[in-house]
């Protein structure tokens, strides 16, 4: 295996992606990220020299519409569906003391 | 009507127009053999019963008084359970969305509703769309109609099977890199994926944004132009949709091949495809050759490119799309937690499942400081490549042929144990996807298990039109498929 996931890698990579893993699961991940990056690496073999980038295959940007409020007053639907609620407003954990 | 479940969309809705039944003997049919089938394929996360008789009276009714007239009036659909659906649940086949009612409904099935369909409910997917199987769903795996050891093939693997065991008459799927196409093949049914563009992603629960599209699977080449006609839309509230005028597809049903160029690449009848299903392919080429058609081998290149770069790009956008699903102000909030990140990482931790987590870490990889420009940039300049040679293929056939997958469908629990294995799966169908092209699935034989086998067409972008009357042909000339 020619990609080494390091043990500071994996954890670099927890904080980025906002997930928390076991031991036993970053194990796995180190071994399933090398694996994934061996095959990846497979790209470098073609010369991209001077290609640009294609992100959208329809050359669409700057997709403009008027700011118009169309949609009606759902707040109660929509805290409905929020783990906690309070007044009207969505409940989160305390963030400073 | 005891026989009407065999029925077409199209048929159905024909014989509700005469009068001959109604949208409500319809949806009570379709109930009842939910009821029969679910406990031995799961094809449906949620079946609201209440709903769906009220919308059928509702649907019935505007039938009776001449509002709704269209070709798919009436007509029970099952809808994939990553497109939102206002009041009815919508989980993605996920722990983090078990409990998510969405306040508004995905344009697609706005546009169904609006064409008289009645909603039967939503169907079993791979967790957000990431999968190959159905087995990745958080609410037990899906099962083949034709052999319950076999999987329905995925992500759209519900869908595929709903319609295959006549639990509905047609389907909604999504399709970021084979996902209606391949299960369409695994199920034998028929299912296309559109020009990029061409149905509006609003309402869809993102995975691979640059990739995702939204298409039917039906029961045969006429519903599945019947229903892309009804679905097709330009979206103000979805920047990428695009403004057709060509989307009368229907227009296309017609039986006629002659002069249309075919290629087949010689790349997709390489090693790790499967004997029977290379023979009953190149059988299908044969007789649309028959038919008129000029059939020629070519090489397409780049094709072993397209999945080491689709994983890259669908790990990127999928790391960025899913950091909504936050534990806030909706989904799943771990019970215990201190502070607000711990909370955050718990929530999605175990929201999540295996596979998600996998790509959701993958794509911040490949997006991280100092790895971006040699991963997801060199990505994004190999699709750039694989775009260009299927525009040269383009400029040559009006048609590419060959198989939808590489086998048929495997058995359930053969394929998660080894992820690389399983991605190999998608190796014809991902580079559609990259390259924004419309690409239909439609079965042309069975395996010696007794197992359909997927041909799959795909055509130039905006090229819908020329794939429909290609499979309608061919769909003709094939005879029914039982």
Known sequence: MANIISDETIEYVGILAKLELSDAEKEQAKKDMGRMLDYIDKLGELDTEGVEPMSHVFPVQNVFREDVVTNSDTREQLLSNAPEQKDGMFMVPKTFD | MSDMLHMTAVELAAAIRAGKTTAVEAAEAELARIEEKEKELNCYVTVDKERVMAQAKTVQKKIEDGELTGPLAGVPVAVKDNMCTEGLL?????????????????????????????????????????????????????????????????????????????????????????????????????????????????????????????????????????????????????????????????????????????????????????????????????????????????????????????????????????????????????????????????????????????????????????????????????????????????????VILGPAAPTTAPKLGESLADPIQMYLGDIYTIAVNLAGLPGISLPCGKDSKGLPIGLQLIGDCFREKTLIQTAYTYEKARGAFL
């Open chain 2, 90 to 398: 919508t989980t993605c086949s996920s722990r983090i969305l078990g409990n998510f009612v969405p306040t508004f409904t995905a344009e697609a099935v706005c546009n169904l509703e609006k064409a008289g369909a009645v909603i039967l409910g939503k169907t079993n997917m791979d967790e957000f769309a990431m999968g190959s199987t159905t087995e990745t769903s958080a609410y037990g795996v899906t099962k083949n109609p034709w052999n319950t050891e076999h999987v329905p093939g995925g992500s759209s693997g519900g869908s595929a099977a709903a319609v295959a065991a006549g639990e509905c008459f047609y389907a909604l799927g999504s399709d970021t890199g084979g996902s209606i196409r391949q299960p369409a093949s695994f199920c034998g049914v028929v299912g296309m994926k559109p020009t990029y563009g061409t149905v509006s992603r609003y309402g869809l629960i993102a995975y691979g944004s640059s990739l995702d599209q939204i298409g039917p699977l039906a029961k045969d080449v006429t519903d599945c132009a019947t229903v892309l006609e009804v679905i097709a839309s330009h979206d103000k509230k979805d920047s990428t949709s695009v403004a057709r005028q060509d989307t009368d597809f229907t227009r296309a049903l017609t039986e006629d091949v002659k002069g249309m160029k075919i290629g087949i690449p010689r790349d997709y009848f390489g090693e790790g495809l499967n004997e029977e299903v290379k023979t009953a392919v190149l059988q299908a080429a044969k007789m649309l050759e028959e038919k008129g058609a000029i059939v020629e081998e070519f090489d397409l290149s780049l094709v072993d490119y397209a999945i080491p770069a689709y994983y890259t790009i669908a790990a990127a956008e999928a790391s960025s799309n899913l950091e909504r699903f936050d534990g806030i102000k909706y989904g799943y909030r771990t019970p215990e937690y201190e502070g607000l990140h711990n909370m955050y990482k718990k929530s999605r931790s175990e929201g999540f499942g295996e596979e998600v987590k996998r790509r959701i870490m993958l794509g911040s990889f490949v997006l991280s400081s100092g790895y971006y420009d040699a991963y997801y940039l060199k990505a994004l300049k190999v699709k750039a490549l694989i775009k260009k040679a299927f525009d040269e293929a383009f400029a040559k056939y009006d």
